[in-house]
């Protein structure tokens, strides 16, 4: 323990001494936290669209010649994205051209009267004009995905109007009541009412006419319990399809703490092996190692120091970073003990297998490369969720993180941070067996430096 | 320092056939060849960083001082960091001490804050082996001492070891370079394709040199030492 006491200060001391890591390492986690808090804390902006609506104002959907209310359309859509109101198609053009918009949305003229023409015998196509500019794939995909959902939400607030105009005129035929018609109060007598009406009167009737009544009313009892029953059906027919979501497993943590443990544990994992790797190398590259394990150090010892330097320039980075984006979104400090554990936990499974990329080479930058080209791809498999490629290629890639300290060091990060998370000791565990097989793999590694 | 019939192989290749090596204190022995002669390997197994396949080696007591063919050193940090970290590792009681003591043995107390990086092959290769000698060693095995040194550096270098060996230490290097072992070593081991070809003194291998590459005798000694070695089939 006595050498790796110097060895750990030898490590600090040429640190230090390369300002330019010292400064990457402070400002690094400080830039990211800085970053991130910003990106959770705002929020996204609402896409600027530009909005023309060329419908006269008093114009309204009429259904069997009723009114409906004003739908408020267009208030809808402005709620959900900034709505630049133009006053012709010519502006619109020339507002998504340049880019001051990303879409435009048009609602024609005609569109009121186009969807009055549904419930005729003509009916016509109501059409909604979208311009877009799709010099950026991404941004147009964007823009098709948010107005495509807020079109199917305006179209299912008309239908839903619509469907309960028709419920409320079979309640008409069903119960009876009162129909305006310009202007004029018509009353309805309604399916119940008349066959109640026919089954009063059928008594007083001659006795040969009766069975007919008793048919009718027979047949208005049966239309008044089928139309009680196509009534919900009306009601469906504008959502025919309801959602119900169950949570049946993973489940996930708030997006803010996510993203939080994300950029801790892509630091974390970054500062860790690559410190660990590139130190444990340099003592090849100095051609120090032979000196020290002729009896100075042991392997396992140098190999534990490289892994306390580790986790500690890991934790220090990692609690800056925590600290700095505290700023933005609170965290709940009562639990920092539990972020200690699952840091050093982290830092010392990813130190290990540092160690053991370090020992695979034999020069600083080859084995910096090393470990970027290993940790890089493999955080990026850990953060593939299922169902976002193909099945084949998630079954192919689910088992690879498991071999690497990432996954497991996210899933400890975010269970520590979160407090209606799942539990931390499996992935504790799983961080426990990682840093065993890679300490092994490391010491296996290390014979290589043995031979001069 | 004593080595007796050490054999080592990698893989089919062997490095080193049955050499035998005997020093005692104050001795400076040089051990010689060609590249690929088996030198480092003969060092490395005397300084105990790889074992022989056969053989035996049996050291003094204290520590075998070893200084390999490159500056082990850290060159980021600077002279005196380099010299208290290996007297803290060797667990010196007073690493302070020991590091004015070597600062003062290599002339470089002025230059004790420098970084490593900033100094000459020479001044790195006099830190280097006054690493070597913080174990206080019986016997200092040097790999190459003296590759890489301009003319001026190498005589300081050579001044310094032989002032070493003066104060009793055992050392044992390897060189290339038969002049240099011709001058400095007050024995010389030939070695070649790991077979051990000579072991006395400077004059006598001059003697055997002459003898057994007679046509060469009267060119320049390295001349005539390729020769006698073309003659042992080497």
């Not at chain 1, 104002?57 to 209310?69: A, F, H, K, S, W």
């Not at chain 1, 997006?255 to 974390?268: N, Q």
């Not at chain 1, 979104?329 to 290990?352: D, F, M, N, Q």
């Not at chain 1, 084995?367 to 990026?380: C, E, G, K």
Request: glycine share 8%.
């Amino acid at each position: 323990m006595r050498g790796v006491r110097w060895l750990l200060l030898k490590d600090l001391q040429i640190l230090r001494r390369s300002p330019l890591q010292a400064v990457l390492l402070v400002a690094y986690p400080i830039l990211i936290a800085v970053l991130v808090g910003f990106a959770i804390s705002r929020g996204p902006d609402d896409p600027r669209v530009a909005f023309l609506n060329e419908v006269p104002p008093e114009t309204r959907i009429n259904v069997g010649g009723q009114e409906l209310p004003r739908a408020n359309v267009k208030d809808q859509i402005c709620e959900r994205v900034e709505c630049v109101f133009v006053d012709d198609r010519e502006e619109a053009m020339s507002r998504v051209e340049s880019g001051d918009v990303l879409a435009a949305l048009i609602l024609p003229a005609d569109l009121v009267n186009k969807i009055n023409s549904l419930s005729t015998l003509t009916p016509g196509v109501p059409e909604v004009e979208i311009l877009v500019n799709e010099e950026n794939a991404v941004k147009a995909e964007l823009v098709d995905d948010r107005i495509t959902t807020l079109l199917a939400e305006a179209n299912l607030r008309i239908a839903r109007r619509i469907g309960n105009e028709g419920g409320r005129y079979l309640g008409l035929i069903v119960d009876g009541g009162e129909f305006k018609l310009l202007g004029e109060t018509i009353p309805i007598l309604g399916l119940r009412t008349s066959a109640r009406i026919l089954e009063q009167v059928t008594p007083a009737l001659p006795p040969s006419l009766r069975p007919s009544l008793e048919q009718v009313t027979e047949f208005a009892n049966q239309a008044r319990a089928n139309l009680d029953v196509a009534k919900p059906l009306i009601d469906r027919l504008a959502q025919p399809i309801a959602v119900d979501k169950v949570v049946v497993g993973g489940k996930s943590p708030p997006l803010e703490i996510f993203a939080i443990a994300v950029a801790t544990t892509l630091t974390l994992a970054f500062v860790v092996v690559l410190l660990v790797a590139g130190s444990l190398a340099l003592e090849r590259e100095e051609n120090a190692f032979p000196r020290l394990t002729r009896g100075l150090v042991s392997s396992t010892g140098l190999l534990g120091e490289k892994v306390l330097l580790g986790m500690g320039v890991g934790l220090a980075v990692t609690l800056l970073m925590l600290a700095g984006m505290a700023i933005f979104v609170p965290l709940e400090w009562g639990r920092a003990w539990l972020w200690l554990i699952a840091i050093v936990a982290s830092g010392a499974a990813l130190g290990a297998a540092g160690a053991a990329l370090g020992a695979a080479a034999r020069e600083v930058r080859a084995v910096s490369l090393l470990a970027f080209m290993v940790t890089l791809p493999i955080a990026f498999l850990s953060l593939v969720p299922s169902g976002a490629v193909g099945p084949a290629v998630f079954d192919a890639i689910r088992y690879l993180p498991a071999l690497f300290p990432f996954k497991p060091a996210l899933e400890a990060i975010t269970a520590a941070l979160d407090e209606a998370g799942p539990g931390i000791g499996g992935p504790l565990l799983h961080l426990a067996i990682l840093f065993l097989a890679y300490t092994a793999l490391a010491r296996l590694a290390l014979r290589r430096f043995a031979s001069v | 320092m004593q080595a007796q019939g050490l054999v080592k192989r990698f893989g089919d290749r062997e490095a080193l056939k049955g050499v035998s090596l005997e020093a005692g204190p104050g001795e400076l022995v040089a051990v010689i060849g060609p590249n690929g002669a088996g030198k480092t390997t003969l060092l490395s197994i005397l300084a105990g960083i790889s074992r022989p396949d056969e053989g035996e080696v049996d050291s003094p007591t204290g520590e075998v001082g070893w200084v390999p063919q490159q500056a082990a050193l850290y060159r980021r940090l600077t002279v005196e960091e380099n010299l208290l970290l290996f007297a803290r590792l060797e667990g010196h009681s007073d690493p302070r001490a020991s590091t004015e003591e070597m600062l003062e043995l290599t002339g470089l107390r002025e230059r004790r804050a420098e970084i490593v990086a900033r100094l000459s092959g020479g001044n790195q290769q006099r830190i280097n082996i006054a690493i070597g000698l913080l174990s206080r060693p019986a016997v200092l095995l040097l790999d190459e001492p003296s590759v890489g040194l301009d003319p001026r550096q190498r005589a300081r270098l050579w001044e310094f070891v032989s002032a070493l060996a003066g104060r009793g230490t055992t050392v044992i290097f390897s060189t290339h370079d038969i002049q240099e072992a011709e001058r400095y070593g007050g024995r010389v081991l030939v070695l070649a394709d790991g077979e051990s070809l000579f072991d006395g003194s400077a004059e006598e291998l001059r003697e055997a040199v002459r003898r057994e590459a007679p046509e060469a005798a009267d060119r320049d000694f390295e001349t005539a030492f390729v020769a006698y070695l073309h003659h042992r089939g080497h």
